[in-house]
Nanobody, 123 residues
């Protein structure tokens, strides 16, 4: 069984930064493309960013491009999302997800999901 466990969420003022982490256990981490998604209450889950299985390709939603950076450490089975210049509109529950490679980085259906971590940005 694969487990994805996010951490690093919290409350931050606008303009601040947070770094989310997602530790993956149970399968070969480098077999999977990884992504970050976010969801507001009552709204659909949105794709934020993704990275290829070996970390050579990254893609970002327009709303976060230039502010967020996705990365991974395959030796530590860990995915990261560095979030800078946060704005109140970034407030959401953030989820990490794994999709077995090879696959598009623009995925909405994943093989495995984490439980989510809350990010709240105050104005």
């Amino acid at each position: 069984q694969v487990q994805l466990v996010e951490s690093g969420g919290g409350l931050v003022q606008a303009g601040g930064s947070l770094r989310l982490s997602c530790v993956v256990s149970g399968r070969a981490f480098d077999d999977y493309n990884m992504g970050w998604f976010r969801q507001d209450p009552g709204k659909e889950r949105l794709w934020v960013a993704a990275i290829s299985s070996l970390g050579t390709l990254t893609r970002y939603a327009d709303s976060v491009k230039g502010r967020f950076t996705i990365s991974r450490d395959n030796a530590k089975n860990t995915l990261y999302l560095q979030m800078n210049d946060l704005v109140p509109e970034d407030t959401a529950v953030y989820y990490c997800a794994a999709r077995r490679a090879p696959a598009t980085l623009y995925f909405s259906v994943a093989d495995f999901w984490g439980q989510g971590t809350q990010v709240t940005v105050s104005s």
